[in-house]
């Protein structure tokens, strides 16, 4: 049949979301899930709501949230928009950001979806390589990114788990003409975060997500952060009803319980810190990771073949084709025994 999409959209290959099993029994460390539940909290919210509250609308800019994110984040309610997970929100700032004229800038490796993003706009990728076995961010991107409207810089950053110092961030921040998009999908677990940066440079936003740290992948609810300006801008880029009436529900009530999100992220931590030891051991090269994750290279440089060993031994991790990404595969922290299960079968093949 002859095609009635934009060339645009022709051209594009589509997104490859990390794979969502049937499979019984697997252990699934592939797109960085929280091992742990959510709050007990949740179950509570859930039984307390009434049912017939869902014939109406949701608050379209769910304030009840926003008021809680700006009050943990020291704004003001104008400074936060709400997404149905940070895709949404990542998608209002490409079409409001960037165009066949209005290029933007990211990081190589990083979050695969950014490129498709851009693409769907007609928007030219500028890829910025990172550095050396430890993934270093370059010292002055400035002339290489000037063209661009919009830079991205993940932090922690994906699929390799190391953080773009702060004083670099900022320096960026201050050198770059155009809006500085801070996608800290990871930054819960990570010694330190940017969103006071979102209030000291107009041209900043930060973007958080509930899918990792708040154990809530399967809510899709994000917020970010930037001056009332950009806020203003993107709420005009948004579905009407982008957040739902549940999510804003049970998102209130796990975000409110942080003491358990706090045992849940230092437990995370810990196990990765303890894996990213044995993987070394094992002659694994693995960068240090503020994440919940590790980008893990076998000592035979083959991530495909580790890929497959482990999935064919009922765990699944992710893998990223390629020269640099290839070597490597990705793996989410799980609980201890999922980790424990996942050191046993690598001892079992590279020791
Ligand atoms: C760097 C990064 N940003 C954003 C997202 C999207 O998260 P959400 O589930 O909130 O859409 C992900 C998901 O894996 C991610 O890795």
Redesign the pocket.
């Known amino acids: 049949m002859k095609s009635y999409f934009r060339k645009e959209i022709d051209a594009i290959a589509g997104y490859t979301a990390?794979e969502q099993p049937k499979i019984a029994n697997l252990i699934k460390l592939n797109?960085?899930e929280n091992p742990y539940p959510p709050s007990p909290a949740v179950a509570a919210a859930l039984r307390e709501f009434d049912i017939a509250r869902l014939r109406r609308y949701p608050d379209p800019f769910a304030d009840e949230l926003r008021d809680i994110f700006a009050a943990d984040c020291n704004v003001k309610r104008d400074n936060v928009i709400v997404?149905n997970?940070?895709?949404?929100l990542?998608t209002m700032c490409f079409r409001g950001f960037t165009s066949p004229e209005h290029p933007v800038a990211v990081f190589e490796p990083?979050?695969s979806?950014y490129p498709v993003l851009a693409a769907m706009q007609g928007a030219p990728v500028i890829k910025v390589a990172l550095e050396g076995d430890d993934f270093a961010y370059p010292r002055d991107i400035s002339a290489q990114t000037a063209s661009a409207n919009l830079l991205v810089i993940?932090r922690p950053n994906?699929p390799t788990g190391n953080v773009c110092p702060k004083s670099l961030v900022r320096e960026y921040c201050e050198n770059f003409d155009g809006m500085v998009l801070i996608?800290e999908?990871?930054g819960d677990f990570a010694e330190d975060n940017c969103m006071d940066l979102a209030a000291e440079y107009e041209n900043v936003i930060v973007?958080r997500?509930?899918?990792?740290s708040c154990s809530m992948?399967g809510v899709?609810?994000?917020y970010a952060v930037s001056s009332t300006t950009v806020i203003a801008g993107l709420m005009k880029l948004k579905d009407s009803y982008n957040s739902d009436m549940l999510s804003q529900i049970v998102a209130k009530a796990n975000y409110l319980d942080k003491a358990y999100r706090n045992e849940c992220i230092a437990a995370i931590r810990r196990d990765r810190d303890l894996m990213r030891d044995g993987l070394l051991e094992l002659g694994f090269a693995v960068p240090a990771s503020q994440a919940n994750f590790l980008f893990a290279a076998p000592p035979d440089g083959d991530g495909e073949a580790a890929f497959r060993y482990l999935r064919e031994n009922a765990v699944l991790v992710r893998y990223f084709k390629g020269d640099v990404t290839g070597r490597y595969i990705r793996i989410t922290i799980g609980t201890p025994e999922e980790n424990l299960r996942v050191m046993e079968l690598l001892k079992a093949r590279y020791a």
Do not use: W
Not at 85 to 88: H, I, N, P, R, V
Not at 209 to 212: E, V
């Open positions: 990390g797109t960085n997404g997970g940070s895709d949404d990542l990083s979050y979806l993940t994906a996608d999908a990871y973007m997500t509930f899918s990792k992948a899709r609810l994000g």
